[in-house]
DNA sequence: ACAAAAGCTGACTAATTGGTCAAGTTATTT
DNA sequence: AAATAACTTGACCAATTAGTCAGCTTTTGT
C-alpha cells in the first residue's frame, strides 16, 4: 500500500508469445516500457473485470490475462480495487466526451443523431468498458459516487440546458432532458451489456455489425420521432 | 451436495425480530414452516445477490440477511451456486408472463402501452430481480444459457410473429420486433438497474414514482411514435 | 565504471470462505 | 409412547485468495 515509484514495461512481442520468457533483458527507456505494462495490465485488466467482475476477478486471474506474476500488479497497482478503480477511471474519461457533439448551435437532430452514433460505437468497440461500468453501477456505484455525483451531474446539466433552449426555439418536441439521456445510455449500452441476451434470442454465436446497424437505425428511429424530429425519415429502416 | 430432504420454515414474527432466537420451539406443520423459510431464505438472496452478485455474496451474508444460521442454507439448497439458481428461476417464472399482452387480437397501441406498463411495474416492484438478472446477463449469462436460448428464445419469436402480422395489416410501422423488444428491456429495466446513476444525476437520494412516472410516459413516448402509432398523443408528457 | 534507484518475481502468509458433520431438537408415523 | 424422519446448529476443515517480502536484475545518474 506504500507504492510511489516509477513504472515499467513488458514489450508486447516478448510477452504474449512466451509466458515464461526466462529474464530476457530488453533493452529501452524505462518510461515507455512502463507505460506500455501499465497499458497492457489495464487493457487486460478490463476484460477480466468486465467478466466476472470486482469480486469475482482474482490477481491470479487479472495476472494471467497480461502474462505478467501477480507481484508485478501488486507492484504497480497496490491492491485489487485500486486496479480496479483505475481501470474505472480509464472509462470515464473516454465516456464523458461522447457527449460534445449537444451543444447549441447544432440542430437537435444532427446532435443527436451524432450522439447516439458515437455511444453506439463506444459498445461495439469497448464492450468490456461498458459492462465494467455496468457492473459498477449496478452493484450500487460505491467506488463512482463522485463521478457520479459531481463531473457526469455537471456534464448532463450543462446538456439539459441546451436540449432546453432548443426545445423553447420551437426547434423539437418537449421532453424531459435528463430522462432522454437515461434512456439513450439504455439503448445503446444494453448493446454492450447484454449482448449474451441478444445472441441468445437471435440464435447467433455473437452479435455481428449488421446487428448494430439495425439496432442503431432503430435507436435514431424511435429518439428523433419521439422529439418531433422525424418528418423526413426516408423509408423502412426495418 | 446429497440433498434430498423435505423442508422447513421460521415464521416471520418470531424471526425478524430477534436474530438469535434460541430453540424457541414453534408449533406447526412442517410444509407450513419449510415453504416459507425457503420463500424468506430466496427473497433475503435476491437482495444480497442483486447487491454483490454471485461471487461477491459470501454464505455468511445470504445467511445474516435471513437470520438464519449459515449451515441451514446448506441444508435446504446444497450450494451457494443451486441458491443463486434458484433464484434466478423464481425471476424468470415472474419475467416470461409480461408479454402476453402482446397477442393478435390487441391493437398494437394497446398491446406495447400494457407491456411497458407492465414492464416499469416489474423495475418499480422488483428492482433486485432485475439486478440479479442484469448481472448474470452481463457475465455471461453461464446459468442462464438454456432459458435464453429456448424458452425467452421461443416467446420473443412468438410475440415477433405477432407483431409482424400487425405490419402487414397496415396497423403499424415497420420495425424489426426483436430489436424492438431489446429498446423495450434496455428503457425499463434501467430504471431498476441504474437507479445508482439516476439518483446521482437528478441529486436525489432515490428515485420515486414521480420518476417512474415520467420515464414510463417518455418511453412510451418514443414506442408509440417510433412505431407510428403517435397520431393522438395528448399534449406534452414531459 | 559504479552506486543508487527502479523494476521484477517466486515463495510465503494470514484471513476469508464454501462446505461438512455430528449431535441435538422437533414433528410425524405407527 | 416409542421409533423414525425431518429439521437445526455450532464447531470445524480444506481450499482459495489478497497481499507481502527478500533478493534478484536492469536501468539511470554521475
Redesign the interface.
Known sequence: MKNSQKKQNVSGADLGVLLNTPAVPMRQPRTTRTTQTIGQILAAAERVFA??????ATMAQLAAACGLPKANLHYYFGTKEALYTEVLQTILTLWLDAADAIHPAASPRAALTAYISAKMAHSRTRPYAS?VF??E?????VHL?SY??LE??RK?DEKAVVIEGWITRGLM????P??????L???T???A??D???A????VPSLGSA?FA??EA??L???L??CGL?HDLKG?D?
Open positions: 467478466e466476472a467482475g470486482l469480486a469475482g459492462k455496468a457492473n453501477v449496478l452493484h450500487g456505484a459516487r457520479l455525483g457526469l451531474r448532463v418536441d418537449p421532453v424531459d435528463r430522462h432522454l439521456f437515461f434512456l445510455w439504455a439503448m449500452q444494453t448493446y451489456d447484454f449474451a441476451q441478444m441468445a434470442v437471435l440464435a446487428d439495425v439496432g432503430l435507436i428511429r424511435l429518439v420521432r419521439g422525424g423502412t426495418r
